[in-house]
């Protein structure tokens, strides 16, 4: 099964104000980054999430560039159209491009990204609940009393608020439901949707709900912006993480061969590294430096050497596991950082080729990997050339809550 989050990011946002041609709301900064960065994020860390096709205006396509961080789920992005309900239908016709016809059972999560602060827990609970509704959609019960109000301003009657509730995104659809229903509104003229599940309903399919979160709160004005800003600097928002620090080593022998594995980098060489897998041991000593910091054993616990898969195995796969084993804990990795200890091969003209490997392993830019080496001036095994070695570092954000 594979698990799409399409993010709506055309729209001008009209009631946000400022003068026309201004930056949109979801490039707005927030905690230090854009506000689109923080939906993307979520979506990115959640294990479920196979892919993620962002929609954004056709004005926007450097401004995007300049806000979103890299990560490997994340496609090209897709135009929007005239409305909303126009840009989700090109979201999905960029999803159904990437997947191919092959799609029994897929799904589709489709959020705002004005909403920043939505969680994985939420996201986890409409995944869940997709696996026996074709439509659910993401609220929170009514707690405010409602009052009706003639044109005039004055109450006419109070509204009972059992069983009301406040939608909010995401909104997730088995994906065959939800792009047959948009294909239908477009052939019957219906263009006046502003909520998907609105068009499921509307298309005879039931929609289940599933439980929200007060904090997943859309930023639609200046002021709603002022006050996310205000919860992102509280010193309890910033207390739900803590920061976790752990090391990896790894070392391997030379064997015959004529290329080294290094950082998910084939580099000519006068030898290979030995080991069961391709023995790149600056990999190797990144994913153990990441299973350090959530306290989940070793790169030899979950890819043990005695199993035959295993064999000739690239270990980009070791780090790109270490990533989901992280992200799955709710855990956002901020850098890590690698030395090599070799005489030879030279390091420097392949640093970069390291980097943007690593980088689309772990949704990094290269600015959060640090590539270094160094040689053991003849001194020891390293020194004789008879191997290479690797020792890294990681650093993670984790729920202060989990206890690995």
């Known amino acids: 099964m594979r698990a799409a989050a399409i993010i709506v990011a055309a729209g001008r946002g009209a009631r946000f104000g400022g003068p026309v041609g201004t930056r949109p709301k979801q490039y707005h900064w927030l905690g230090?980054?854009?506000?689109?960065?923080?939906?993307?994020?979520?979506?990115?860390?959640h294990p479920a999430i196979t892919d993620i096709v962002v929609v954004i205006h056709s004005d926007d396509t450097n401004e995007y560039a300049r806000a979103v961080s890299a990560s490997p789920k994340l496609r090209l992005p897709a135009i929007g159209g005239a409305s909303r309900q126009a840009s989700v239908a090109?979201?999905?016709?960029?999803?159904?491009?990437?997947?191919?016809?092959?799609?029994?059972?897929?799904?589709?999560?489709?959020?705002?990204?004005?909403?920043?602060f939505v969680s994985q827990d939420v996201i986890s609970r409409v995944i869940a609940?997709?696996?026996?509704?074709?439509?659910?959609?993401?609220?929170?019960?009514?707690?405010d009393t409602l009052k009706r109000a003639s044109s005039d301003g004055v109450v006419t009657d109070t509204i009972d608020r059992s069983n009301l509730w406040r939608a909010q995104t995401p909104q997730g659809f088995a994906f065959d439901v939800i792009k047959a229903t948009h294909a239908r509104a477009t052939n019957e003229g219906r263009s006046d949707f502003t909520d998907d599940a609105a068009l499921a309903e509307w298309a005879g399919f039931p929609v289940a709900v599933s439980r929200g979160c007060e904090r997943n709160t859309k930023?639609?004005?200046?002021?709603?912006?002022?006050?996310?800003?205000?919860?992102?600097?509280?010193?309890?928002?910033?207390?739900?993480m803590e920061t976790r620090t752990a090391t990896g080593f790894d070392i391997h022998k030379f064997t015959d061969g004529d290329h080294v594995w290094l950082g998910g980098v084939r580099i000519p060489h006068v030898a290979r590294l030995d080991g069961h897998s391709d023995a790149d041991v600056v990999l190797h000593a990144l994913t153990d430096a990441l299973l350090g910091c959530i306290g989940d054993g070793d790169i030899g616990q979950h890819f043990p050497p005695s199993d035959p898969q295993w064999k000739g195995a690239a270990s980009i796969l070791f780090l790109k596991d270490a990533h989901r084993r992280v992200s799955a804990r709710g855990g956002k990795i901020i850098n890590v950082d690698v030395t090599i200890l070799a005489e030879a091969p030279k390091v420097g003209p392949h640093r970069a080729a390291m980097q943007a490997a690593i980088g689309a392993a772990l949704g990094l830019t290269a600015g959060r990997i640090g590539i270094k080496a160094t040689t053991m001036e003849g001194l020891g095994a390293i020194g004789r050339r008879e191997g290479i070695a690797a020792s890294a570092t990681a650093t993670v954000l984790m729920p202060s809550t989990d206890a690995g």
């Not at 090109?90 to 016809?101: E, K």
């Not at 930023?219 to 205000?230: C, N, P, V």
């Open 32 to 45: 230090g980054r854009a506000i689109i960065d923080h939906a993307i994020e979520a979506f990115a860390d």
């Open 90 to 116: 090109r979201g999905l016709d960029a999803v159904a491009a990437l997947w191919g016809p092959a799609r029994d059972g897929d799904l589709v999560l489709i959020h705002d990204a004005a909403r920043p």
């Open 129 to 143: 609940k997709l696996a026996n509704h074709p439509a659910v959609v993401a609220a929170v019960p009514v707690v």
């Open 219 to 240: 930023i639609t004005t200046a002021e709603d912006l002022a006050m996310a800003q205000t919860f992102v600097n509280t010193p309890s928002y910033a207390t739900d």
